[in-house]
């Protein structure tokens, strides 16, 4: 067990007051904090369309908590759900899907799951369960396949078998439509909204040739859509203008977008999106709105060449709520609506890869309070989290670890 016990240096936080708006979020009260965590130097010297959008004062969690390794005997884990009676599902970046109890037993791999393309940046990505699953066992994941043209982002959805050996009736119920021979960029989370339709979040696939795709109405790369869970387009998704724009988006202007989460009190959308040579972003998702990128970013190219006309604001186009540079690779993502660590309540924690560490971020009125780096120490790339109905938040890495973390 890996004991974390936090000291309070710079700040303390009080409680949460609810906000029943639901443009804003509920509000934190911080003191006075310390320096940003972030200490490297920008790749870029363009600056914040507001204060607070980067660098944000640092935080630090007074309650004791601990972290445990439940178990470092996964395979490249990419996406991990909590089931009703306490164990883990854990999608395995190769293609395989195993449940793990609390006591770290990893069970065999589940059959009857399409073939996946688990080239580079692809394979058998996010997933959740189905709202009335201790009901109906459906369970709804994202992957990369090989299809005519090239590899697209999909989603599929199947039944689990009783027994849990496997899925039943596994049925691809989209398909990104413009593929691609790139094997990255696939984005890939999927959760349900509270009108019982799912929200896919779809990458731009990277390449030059793709990259504007973001910017058409008329393909799905580089977008978040929202769709039945039959695969059609949701009754009520926003209408975009232009030739043969697509029912099923829900908003553009999309990178790499790999975590998505919904607010506990106000319910709206967020997602995490990694951007190029610095810009990476957390933004506040609105129906109908282009995020911008190719066109703005806080980015540039890895050798360094601005990207585009090298611009971060444009008219039409919104701003990210946070972003970072140098980049963090943020991943995975979940709100904390637990109660055992109350300082936590609405705040967001990201899955952070190339910055190996969990993201903590404190909000008032949409804007980022505070930032902290929790589990910095342990050296993984941390991929994915999620909060169990026991108000644990549980964290998967590409090395194999899956964590709990919890009040002390």
């Known amino acids: 067990m890996i004991i974390k016990k936090s000291i309070f240096l710079f700040v303390a936080l009080a409680a949460f007051s609810s906000c ?5 979020d509920d509000d ?12 490297k130097p920008a790749n870029t010297t363009y600056q914040p369309a507001f204060s607070g959008q980067t660098r944000a004062g640092s935080i630090q969690t007074t309650t004791e908590y601990e972290s445990k390794i439940i178990t470092n005997g996964l395979s490249a884990p990419w996406g991990v759900a909590y089931l009703p009676d306490g164990r883990l599902l854990v999608t395995e970046k190769g293609g395989s899907m195993k449940i793990v109890t609390q006591a770290g037993v990893v069970g065999p791999a589940i059959t009857g799951i399409p073939t996946v393309n688990p080239a580079d940046q692809g394979g058998l990505l996010g997933l959740c369960l189905d709202p009335a699953f201790e009901t109906n066992r459906m369970i709804y994941w994202v992957f990369s396949e090989v299809v005519s043209g090239g590899n697209i982002t999909a989603v599929a959805k199947g039944r689990l078998a009783n027994n849990d050996a496997s899925i039943e009736n596994a049925t691809v119920i989209y398909r990104s439509n413009t593929p691609n021979s790139s094997t990255l960029h696939y ?27 973001a910017q058409a109405v008329n393909s799905s790369l580089g977008k978040v859509i929202r769709i039945t869970t039959s695969g059609q387009a949701a009754s009520g998704n926003p209408t975009f203008s232009g030739s043969g724009a697509l029912p099923e988006l829900y908003t553009i202007g999309h990178r790499n977008p790999q975590g998505l989460a919904i607010h506990p009190t106000t319910g709206e959308l967020w997602e995490s999106e990694h951007g190029p040579r ?3 972003e957390i933004n506040r998702i ?11 970013t806080y980015g540039i190219e890895y050798g360094g060449a601005k990207i585009g006309d090298g611009i971060t ?9 946070y972003y970072w540079d140098p980049v963090v690779s943020p991943s995975g993502m979940t709100f904390y609506a637990g109660k055992r660590i109350p300082e936590w309540q609405n705040n967001l924690f990201i899955g952070s890869l190339s910055g190996t560490h969990i993201v903590r971020l404190a909000f008032k009125d949409n804007k980022v309070a505070g930032e902290e780096r929790l589990l910095a120490g342990e050296g993984q790339r941390f991929r994915d989290i999620t909060q169990g109905k026991d108000e644990a938040l549980y964290a998967v890495t590409d090395q194999g670890r899956l964590y709990r973390i919890d009040k002390k």
């Open 313 to 321: 604001q444009k008219e039409g186009m919104e701003q990210p709520v």
């Open 187 to 213: 984005g890939g989370r999927v959760l349900f909204d509270k009108t019982g339709n799912l929200f896919v979040s779809i990458g731009e696939r990277s390449v030059l040739q793709t990259r504007p795709l």
């Open 28 to 39: 934190v009260n911080v003191g006075p904090t310390g320096p940003p965590v972030e200490t």
């Open 20 to 24: 029943s708006n639901n443009d804003s």
């Open 278 to 280: 610095g810009g990476d």
């Open 286 to 296: 609105k129906a109908g709105t282009n995020y911008g990128w190719p066109t703005i």
